[in-house]
């Protein structure tokens, strides 16, 4: 998988996001600046890679969910964060990119376990490359995607170029971009943007359902089936049949697999710890 990236050098308190760390081993990061629809700002994305840090150290870790507080996901960037330039002057936005928002995906893209994010609202511009480099994006009915980069005169970032054709083939990724049209999250889930969509007042019990299956799930494995898709696309069908036998033989040690191979043998329900 992907190199992990560097922790923060000095832990901060949470102030633009609420995160939690229950005993059944699922981490919450839920974003919270709903008057702004939760956009990004370089308080928030450092948050979020110190709660993930925060969470990957943990022993029992066995999912993590993301989700928006009131009416939006993430509205992307925080234009107003950046402080005005003098006349004349321009901005690197290269540098903001490279300090602050890789660092966030690196985290995202090595956590060794379940990503989930539920949009709860609008997600635009960067809120969708947030969105979407997560390993699976659940959505309420009302949720809309934009990417809204050419409306201000930028490219898509966060890694949008990179997941969106990859999700929605060229043709798609290319009319989202360009003309920057809203999907609704219905649309997304039938073009493969995102895994489901589900009702409004689900929400809640979309989250909870998610959080107990994850707390269920032989966490191991998955972790490893990530592994396995995610460098999938950088390799021959040779060197991934390769790469799934090395991980078929560490998942084949543990004691979940025991207890799966007990469970379907005692017709029962098998009851994974994670290891």
């Known amino acids: 998988m992907n190199a992990p990236a560097r922790p923060p050098q000095e832990r901060i308190p949470y102030e633009q996001i609420v995160f939690s760390l229950a005993g059944d081993g699922i981490a919450r990061i839920t974003l919270n600046r709903p008057d702004r629809l939760n956009s990004l700002t370089d308080r928030m994305r450092a948050e979020i890679t110190q709660a993930l840090h925060e969470a990957k150290a943990s022993p029992g870790l066995r999912g993590v969910i993301i989700t928006g507080a009131g009416r939006g996901f993430c ?6 964060d950046r402080k005005p330039l003098p006349p004349g002057e321009r901005r690197d936005l290269a540098e903001g990119l490279r300090a602050s928002y890789r660092p966030l995906m690196e985290r995202m893209r090595s956590m060794q376990v379940p990503v989930i994010c539920v949009v709860n609202g609008v997600a635009a511009g960067a809120g969708v490359s947030l969105a979407l480099a997560c390993d699976v994006v659940f ?4 949720a809309k995607f934009v990417q809204a980069f050419g409306k201000i005169g930028l490219v898509p970032d966060m890694g949008g170029t990179w997941i969106l054709p990859r999700l929605v083939g060229q043709a798609r990724a290319m009319g989202i971009t360009l003309f920057g049209e809203t999907l609704t999250a219905r649309q997304a889930a039938d073009w493969g943007l995102i895994w489901r ?46 790469l799934e036998a090395e991980l078929q033989r560490e998942v084949g040690y543990t004691d979940d697999y025991r207890e799966g191979m007990q469970a379907f043998a005692e017709k029962r329900a098998p009851r994974f710890m994670g290891r």
Not at 75 to 80: C, E, F, K, S
Not at 203 to 210: A, N, P, S, V
Request: proline share 4%; aromatic share 2%.
């Open 197 to 242: 969509c589900v009702p409004d007042a689900d929400l809640r019990k979309t989250l909870d359902e998610i959080a107990s299956m994850l707390a269920q799930a032989p966490t191991r494995a998955l972790a490893r089936a990530k592994q396995a898709l995610l460098a999938s696309g950088g390799n021959t069908l040779m060197r991934q049949f390769d």
């Open 75 to 80: 509205a992307g960037q925080d234009l107003a």
């Open 139 to 142: 959505a309420v009915e009302s």
